[in-house]
């Protein structure tokens, strides 16, 4: 097993941990990362201090065992059939914490990865609302933003494809009670919602940590509009010897993760 | 039925679904025969892959209702990008679930289902036609609940690509996921049904079991015999996806020269036969 002293966890890693930990807690949900540092992070969660949430092999079935990321090959301990449909029932069962990403993300978390510029005609058609209308207004959502700046932190998103706090405010108690943004992971550090503030303003996005190696002067560079910062932003928690072995040597043996850091 | 037989009975102005998801079991020696057709202004429906950017940029297409479009291994379908960005196609697009309840509302030809999918997003203002309704039945805190009213899809024929069928209609799939075809071919007044291998209905059972035959012969009005009839998609376990095809495909669309080219050859292929053939002399080639 890796030692931590003798091989540093990297970047990469400390994300990987970070979606994890967005999963502490969750017990038996359908933990359901998109792309591949989120799935590495998800099933980093369940290898570890979540055992009960069940996870997809990516097609059509639950998988019972580990499995590395992007290998099509590895044989799947089948615990349960999961088509698409089915996929659905579990959104509007509430039973279900997806990690998307976003190409734009606002104070309020109001997320878009469905297009920039006007929707009619626009500059840049992007993946399109996809599932997030329906994730947002019913079960939690984590968002990994792996090239944090003033492109994709935004003051105003160009549209809105997963509704943020203040969109969420004004609807039923239904979806008030059911709508939940996590966490935001980004390549800088940790940013979350955890901050009831003032009774009728909607939450704003707060730094919860930042990763080794950076400063909050950096992220707040990055963020364009103002993060809450509480009065001492801790740093994200470093892999555990255990961690790192796991990343690196059965979830993601081929180090497909460093592609999201240039690696 | 051969695939021209299927276009006879489609006209210009359908509204038309196409099963399967994104790449993956596309029924597309159909949408090639409507793409060599004289058929236009067309309205297609469906989970979409590449019949939505090869359709669209051919000028087929009036509008799309679509869940996502993608090629899967390529997220960004690129014809589809372009016809956006174009301005060239308009669109109803729907969150992926509340897409399923416009099927399922059609297949139950009800008016509507409702779902919370689309409150507090922009899904409602780039459908300036979509309504709420609110809940008859007060809740926990006495008020009544409003909820997006997802309007059923009328569909005038539904095309689709399955495993085997028999003669008479009835469909089988084999691979991981049906999507959601059994309710394209529900939720139209006609549907096509290509398949891989025509087999008699005695032997239906004898490569899957009774959870696989989904789609009974009173949904089906035509059965075209069509191996390889989802190529370029995937159709497991009858074969993958051909990413070097679909990669080629992709490409064509930053390329004018590139993209006629992949018209006069492969979507200009006089029938599905003749398109296989084409196929074959190209994996000769590579060989």
């Given at each position: ?87 659905f029932d579990?959104v509007w069962s509430g039973r279900r ?11 309020h978390g109001n ?21 997030a209308p329906g994730n947002l207004t019913n079960h939690a959502t ?18 809105v494809?997963g509704p943020g706090y203040d969109r969420v405010a004004p609807l039923s108690a239904f979806i008030r009670a059911n709508h939940e943004i ?11 919602f955890?901050?009831p503030g003032k009774p009728d303003a909607p939450r ?60 | ?94 969150d992926?679930g509340a897409?399923?309840l416009?099927?399922?509302a059609?297949?139950?030809?009800v008016p509507f289902y409702p779902t919370r999918a689309g409150l507090g997003s922009d899904m409602m203002l780039?459908n300036p036609?979509l309504a709420t309704v609110t809940s008859p039945y007060v809740d926990a805190d006495g008020s009544y609940e409003e909820l997006v009213a997802i309007p ?136």
């Amino acid at each position: 097993m890796n030692h931590p002293t003798e091989f540093p966890a990297s970047r990469d890693e400390v994300c990987v941990v970070a979606i994890a930990e967005a999963f502490r807690g969750d017990g038996e949900i359908l933990c359901n990362p998109i792309g591949t540092t989120p799935i590495i992070g998800g099933r980093l969660a369940r290898a570890t201090f979540e055992p009960a949430m069940v996870m997809t092999d990516a097609v059509a079935v639950l998988a019972a065992n580990i499995l590395p990321v992007g290998d099509d090959d590895a044989e799947r301990l089948v615990e349960a059939w999961m088509p698409y449909r089915d996929v659905f029932d579990v959104v509007w069962s509430g039973r279900r914490h997806i990690v998307m990403g976003a190409s734009q993300i606002d104070a309020h978390g109001n997320q878009n990865f469905a297009a920039i510029g006007d929707w009619h005609r626009p500059k840049a058609q992007l993946l399109g609302l996809r599932g997030a209308p329906g994730n947002l207004t019913n079960h939690a959502t984590t968002y990994w933003i792996p090239h944090h700046s003033t492109r994709s932190f935004v003051p105003t998103v160009d549209l809105v494809s997963g509704p943020g706090y203040d969109r969420v405010a004004p609807l039923s108690a239904f979806i008030r009670a059911n709508h939940e943004i996590r966490r935001v992971v980004s390549n800088l550090a940790v940013m979350d919602f955890d901050n009831p503030g003032k009774p009728d303003a909607p939450r704003r996005m707060r730094l919860r940590s930042v990763h080794p190696g950076v400063t909050v002067d950096e992220v707040i560079e990055a963020t364009g509009f103002a993060l809450d910062l509480p009065d001492d932003v801790p740093e994200s928690r470093l892999p555990t010897s255990e961690e790192l072995h796991l990343i690196r040597e059965v979830l993601d043996p081929r180090g497909l993760r460093k592609a999201e850091f240039g690696g | 039925m051969t695939e021209d037989d299927v276009i006879a009975r489609l006209s210009s102005g359908m509204t038309i679904g196409i099963g399967g998801w994104g790449s993956r079991r596309k029924p597309m020696s159909l949408v090639r025969a409507i793409a060599r057709s004289n058929l236009t202004d067309l309205t297609i429906v469906c989970y979409g892959g590449p019949e939505v950017g090869i359709l669209s940029a051919l000028g087929k297409v009036r509008r799309a209702i679509y869940g996502f479009v993608s090629l899967d291994s390529i997220p960004l379908e690129p014809h589809f990008r372009q016809a956006r960005q174009l301005g060239t196609i308009e669109v109803t697009e729907l969150d992926e679930g509340a897409f399923y309840l416009g099927l399922l509302a059609g297949a139950h030809r009800v008016p509507f289902y409702p779902t919370r999918a689309g409150l507090g997003s922009d899904m409602m203002l780039m459908n300036p036609g979509l309504a709420t309704v609110t809940s008859p039945y007060v809740d926990a805190d006495g008020s009544y609940e409003e909820l997006v009213a997802i309007p059923a899809f009328q569909l005038d024929a539904s095309l689709v690509h399955m495993n085997r069928a028999d003669p008479a209609g009835n469909g089988q799939f084999l691979g991981p996921d049906l999507y959601f075809d059994d309710l394209f071919a529900k939720a139209a007044s006609a549907t096509y049904l290509s398949c891989e291998k025509v087999v008699e209905t005695g032997e239906l059972l004898d490569e899957g079991s009774l959870h696989t035959i989904k789609i009974p012969r009173i949904f089906v009005d035509g059965v075209v015999e069509s191996p390889r009839g989802a190529h370029f998609t995937e159709c497991p376990p009858d074969y993958g996806r051909d990413e070097a095809f679909q990669r080629t495909y992709a490409a064509t669309a930053k390329d004018p020269d590139a993209w006629q080219a992949f018209v006069d050859r492969w979507l200009e292929a006089p029938s599905h036969t003749e398109y296989l053939a084409r196929l074959d002399s190209e994996v000769g080639k590579s060989a």
